[in-house]
């Protein structure tokens, strides 16, 4: 028998202890022996629970589950910095396997739990981390593991995907639809971790540690939320024949990893744009598999239970057989952070000028001489005193475009730059 203690019992963990419940004699079978959830960390014991479960399991002391000799196996589902990572990390020292859903502390401090968990010849898991029930770790790590991955794209974020679809669909505002999804579930408990792509880029991060057996410090990954976002932009993405995402992308360069996250324009019939709701996709391209598109649920209790228990599958196969993780080190590398002011792209930008003649030539002028040049100009319906102008450029490296929007600053008919959103042609 592996007992288990899970750390935490909320959207994903009512979800786990559901599937464990579920399918405790399928789950035998596939291990060789049983599971047993031995004891149940939560904040506030007293809590009203949306399952049956017998109280004893439950404690708000984490000594019952780390300092268990019984506990083979540790579960971490409380998600956040502190107290998770000095759990995991004692649950490791004290010699047990784990499983975790947590991205920033993979993000984070994936090397050290790593190292940890190879000098006590144990296991730490976290398929669940990265797009909610989709494989995506497991597959990157042997399916694909005879080719060189040279990109991804991906819509790893389920929140603000649902809140992009509400927006684009119904024209919903931001707030309503953030708030629908945390009544969902989707969202982290602080959601500014999903709007403002932190969470998507701790994804990205793993995905591309793991891709290119590289360290990715966190840090220098270049992030953009949908905060600023407006459904003009969702409209004028629609009319130009693009949908906006918020995109996480990372790519391997000799000038190291181009790795980012931020909202982007995608052509309307690339299959990217067709992923809606809280569904997420990873679209990789590999030099022998080529391009290959995984799509399912990115967040949500059952889903990402899914990812959860199958990792809690094969802890339990290793634990039970005696087994190790033969997979290895998945930090060999610091092939470095490309800057992004050196990155190319084309922009979609969006400004309020005064209705005056020769506006047009003032912005095309600063432009020009920074080497910006421009693909299309769009001027909307007029609103005097003060009218939108929508321009689109042609690919330039990130730094020329920042040096044309600071000189703007300079041109007195500019009123505002609304938005600047990268144009991915993907
Ligand atoms: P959640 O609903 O907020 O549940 C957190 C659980 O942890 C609750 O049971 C809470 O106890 C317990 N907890 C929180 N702080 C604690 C502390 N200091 N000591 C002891 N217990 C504590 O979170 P969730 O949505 O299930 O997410 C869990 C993890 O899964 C996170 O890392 C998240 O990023 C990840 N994840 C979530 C989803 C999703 O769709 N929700 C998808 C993929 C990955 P009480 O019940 O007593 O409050
Ligand atoms: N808050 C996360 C999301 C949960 O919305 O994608 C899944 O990691």
Known sequence: MIKIGLLGLGTVGTGVYSILERHSENLKSKIGTGLQIEKILVRDIEKQRDIDIDGTLLTEKVEDVLENPEIDLVVELIGGEEPAYQYILQALKNGKSVVTANKLLIAKYGPELMKMAAEKG????????????????????????????????????????????????EGQEL?????????????ESDPSSDISGADAAYKIAILSSIAYETVIDIEDVHIEGIENIEIEDIEIARE???????????????????????PAFIPVNHPLASVHDAYNAIY??????????????GAGRFPTASAVVADIIQAGKEIYHGSPDINGNIYKNNHGIMDISQVENSFYLRLQVKDKPGVLAKIAEVLGRNQVSLASVIQKHRQNPVVPIVLVTHQ????YLQKSI???KN???IVAVKNIIRVEEL
């Not at 130009?240 to 931020?262: C, P």
């Open 284 to 297: 990789l391209h590999g030099d022998s598999v080529g391009d290959v598109m995984l799509y399912g649920q």
């Open 175 to 187: 707030d309503i639809a953030l708030k629908e999804a945390q009544r969902l579930g989707y969202a």
């Open 406 to 408: 600071a000189e703007f």
């Open 411 to 413: 041109i007195e008919e």
């Open 240 to 262: 130009l024949g693009y949908v906006i995402k918020l995109l996480a992308i990372s790519k391997f360069t000799s000038k190291g990893v181009d790795i980012r996250v931020h």
């Open 396 to 399: 330039v490296k990130e730094e």
């Open 122 to 169: 144990v296991s730490i898991y976290f398929e669940a981390s990265v797009a909610g029930g989709i494989p995506i770790i497991r597959p990157l790590r042997e399916s694909f593991a005879a080719n060189k991955i040279e990109r991804i794209f991906g819509i790893l974020n389920g929140t603000t995907n649902y809140i992009l679809t509400r927006m684009t669909k």
